[in-house]
């Protein structure tokens, strides 16, 4: 069982930054890889980025390519999605997941967390 905490979203004008954090309990935490979503009001979740368990590969969706970056630390079992270049476009909750293995689909992600709120004012 793994537990899945965000934090650290928030209000920021177009073209700033915001680090988020997902703090994960359990023993098992570097054996998942781990992976962000977000969604939109009304819209569906969508996959924004994953990373395997040792944190050498990593997976972005094209709307983020270049501005975004999944990080881990094993030993603090945490995961963190740093955002640059934020657009009003990439306002959603956002939310990470833990799964087996790194893919971009919501079916591959066994826990979630509760979400935290993005919101990107132009």
């Known amino acids: 069982q793994v537990q899945l905490v965000e934090s650290g979203g928030g209000l920021v004008q177009a073209g700033g930054s915001l680090r988020l954090s997902c703090a994960a309990s359990g023993r098992t935490f570097s054996s998942y890889a781990m992976g962000w979503f977000r969604q939109a009001p009304g819209k569906e979740r969508e996959f924004v980025a994953a990373?395997?368990?040792?944190?050498?590969?990593?997976y972005y969706a094209d709307s983020v390519k270049g501005r975004f970056t999944i990080s881990r630390d094993n030993a603090k079992n945490t995961v963190y999605l740093q955002m640059n270049s934020l657009k009003p476009e990439d306002t959603a909750v956002y939310y990470c997941?833990?799964?087996?293995?790194?893919?971009?689909?919501?079916?591959?992600?066994?826990?979630w967390g509760q979400g935290t709120q993005v919101t990107v004012s132009s």
């Open positions: 997941a833990a799964g087996d293995p790194a893919g971009s689909t919501l079916h591959e992600y066994d826990y």
């Open positions: 990373i395997s368990w040792s944190g050498g590969s990593t």
